[in-house]
Structures are given as structure tokens and as C-alpha cells.
């Protein structure tokens, strides 16, 4: 028995020939690469970035030559170990929904772990009776925690922001009121990965254009103080010993 070929409808053709030729980019390339930026750049790991950049442009590797390692031990420790181990528990006992802690009436008892930590670690360079602008560098997180944690309870703000503005902050700080240095190669840098960290979080849909301006300046501005005031109250503290 012979089969009867019957054309194909020009209509059906056009719509054959439209879906063909359709492109459509990988969303899941571009959700890795987000993702990925995310947790290079995680707000955990900001205390880290901070004290090693102290190491790589200030006179910090001299003053303190060979005890790298002792100072970053104890950062790492309470900032990042401590800190996502309780995440780790929280998530567990089912107080969390994930580990992101996308959900904002979540955050409270992963910022009240971070915020015990930071204290604990401020306690420990203080009584190492190091510099007091130091100190404030590592005061400057504590606060930013405290004010993240506030500002949660009314409206979602973007904590990876806080962090890269937190970093970026201290090291604009540093060298401009304690070592009066301009390592502007360093400093176009930390922008370019800030705004890369932006990006990705609106990438990922994590947050609102609003939301990553907001964490960013709110870092930035308040470590940028915190650090401006622990320099001026450790250059007072010097002039009342002389």
C-alpha cells in the first residue's frame, strides 16, 4: 500500500523554521558563575581578606614580620569556622531553611553567632594589647552586624554588600588616616569585585538594585568611620602619654 506524502502546511514550516533558529542563553552557566562570586566574596570571609590585605600593603609584614599565621589562625577561626558551623547546626535543627539564610526573621541567631565570635576575637587582639586602629578594624564588622541585624527586622538588605563596603571601607581608612598610603591599583580592584559581587546578587535574584546600593554604602560609610575614629582616639591616646 502506498503512503501519500502530504506538504507540509507553510504555517506549521514558518513555525519549524522560528523555533530552529531560536537562541536562548544558559541560565545555568550564568547562576553558576553568581553563585560562585557569591561565596568567593561570602561576608564570612571578609575579616580574612582584610587582615591579609594589612600583610600585603601596609607595613604590617614588617612590624610583625614572620607571625602571618598567628594573626590569621584566630581570624579565620572565630569569622569563618565558628560562624558557618553554626549555620551548619542551625540548618539541621531545622531553624533555618538553608544555608544562604535567604529568609530575613531568620538571620537573627546566625548574626548573634558571627557578632559573639567577633567579640571574642576583639577581646583577643585587645588584650595583645595591639593598636587601637586595629582594633577598630575588627570592631568595624561587630557593628555592621549589629546594624544588619536592625535594619533585617524591617527590610532586606544585602549582608554580601555589607561585607565588600565593610572591606573596602577599613582599607580605604587605613591608608588614608593611618598610614597615609594610596594603593589606588588596590583600590580600583576592590571596586571592579564589588561591583562583579552586585551583579551576581541580582544575578541570583537574591536582592533589589535598592537593596545591594544600600549594604554597600551602609558598609562602607560605617567602617570607613569606625576606623577614622580608632585612629584619631589611639593618636589622642598617644599626645595624653608624651
Not at 577598630?136 to 546594624?147: Q, S, T, Y
Not at 532586606?156 to 555589607?162: D, F, G, L, Q, T
Not at 582599607?171 to 588614608?176: A, E, P
Not at 544575578?203 to 549594604?215: D, E, F, I, N, S
Amino acid at each position: 500500500m502506498e503512503e501519500t506524502l502530504k506538504p507540509v502546511s507553510s504555517e506549521k514550516q514558518s513555525n519549524v523554521e522560528n523555533t530552529s533558529f531560536i537562541y536562548e542563553p544558559s541560565k545555568e552557566k550564568e547562576a553558576l558563575w553568581a553563585q560562585m562570586t557569591s561565596i568567593v566574596l561570602h561576608p564570612l570571609l571578609m575579616g580574612v581578606y582584610g587582615v591579609a590585605l594589612l600583610f600585603f600593603y601596609t607595613d604590617f609584614n614588617l612590624i610583625f614580620a614572620g607571625q602571618f599565621i598567628r594573626f590569621i589562625s584566630p581570624v579565620f577561626f572565630l569569622t569563618c569556622v565558628v560562624p558557618a558551623s553554626g549555620i551548619y547546626f542551625l540548618k539541621k535543627a531545622g531553624l533555618i531553611k538553608d544555608y544562604a539564610v535567604s529568609e530575613r526573621y531568620e538571620r537573627f541567631l546566625p548574626y548573634l553567632t558571627t557578632a559573639f565570635s567577633y567579640s571574642l576575637l576583639i577581646y583577643y587582639f585587645y588584650s595583645a594589647k595591639l593598636s587601637i586602629w586595629f582594633i577598630a578594624v575588627l570592631a568595624a564588622p561587630l557593628i555592621l552586624i549589629i546594624i544588619a541585624a536592625i535594619i533585617t527586622y524591617f527590610w532586606k538588605i544585602s549582608v554580601h554588600m555589607i561585607g565588600i563596603g565593610g572591606l573596602i571601607g577599613c582599607t580605604l581608612s587605613v591608608c588614608y588616616n593611618v598610614k597615609g598610603l594610596n594603593p589606588y591599583v588596590l583600590f580600583i580592584i576592590l571596586f571592579i569585585l564589588a561591583g562583579l559581587l552586585g551583579v551576581s546578587r541580582l544575578a541570583l535574584k537574591r536582592h533589589t538594585p535598592g537593596q545591594v546600593y544600600a549594604g554597600f554604602l551602609v558598609g562602607l560609610i560605617i567602617s570607613y568611620l569606625c576606623v577614622w575614629i580608632g585612629a584619631y582616639w589611639g593618636f589622642m591616646s598617644i599626645m595624653k602619654n608624651l
